[in-house]
């Protein structure tokens, strides 16, 4: 079972400059890097009930949230 379950937090996907935005094409770049790392993406409530009960995650987990 992984002990680590990486949460990426964004809060827009902007062209602004601010630190809270995030650019579109640089948020497909980092998709394309997490797939090609093998990462699989959970939605944040199907991590909570598999963690809730205590069920193995996929190997290379991460959940992303907006």
Known sequence: ???RLPILMLHA????RAPTCFPA???????????????HTLRFDEAARRLSRREPL????????F
């Open 25 to 39: 094409a640089g948020f497909e770049c980092a998709l394309a890097r997490l797939s090609a790392a093998r990462y």
């Open 58 to 65: 996929p190997e290379r987990a991460v959940v992303l949230t």
């Open 13 to 16: 996907l902007d062209e602004q």
């Open 1 to 3: 079972m992984t002990s």
